[in-house]
């Protein structure tokens, strides 16, 4: 099952899973990294959460079958 808003990237939507679970860990590493500022640290977290939110909305949307609604 392919996503419409990834048509353009050719990537599948297990692709794009792995690519947010990828992406959330850097951001958390990155977070772990930053001792200095702590606004950059709060951000790096923030990323990291939203990340794993588009995750598990996308592994539900994965295990249940259903594509996303169309926006517009």
Not at 1 to 15: L, R, V, W
Not at 41 to 50: C, E, N, S, V, Y
């Given at each position: ?15 794009r ?12 590493q ?43």
């Open positions: 099952m392919s996503d419409p808003a990834s048509a353009g990237t050719g990537k599948t939507d297990i692709e899973l792995a690519h947010y679970r990828e992406l959330a860990a850097q951001f958390r990155w977070a772990e990294n930053e001792n200095v500022v702590s606004e950059a640290r709060d951000g790096l977290l923030d990323l990291a959460r939203q990340y794993e939110r588009l995750g598990r909305e996308l592994e539900a949307r994965i295990a249940t079958g259903k594509r996303p609604e169309p926006t517009g």
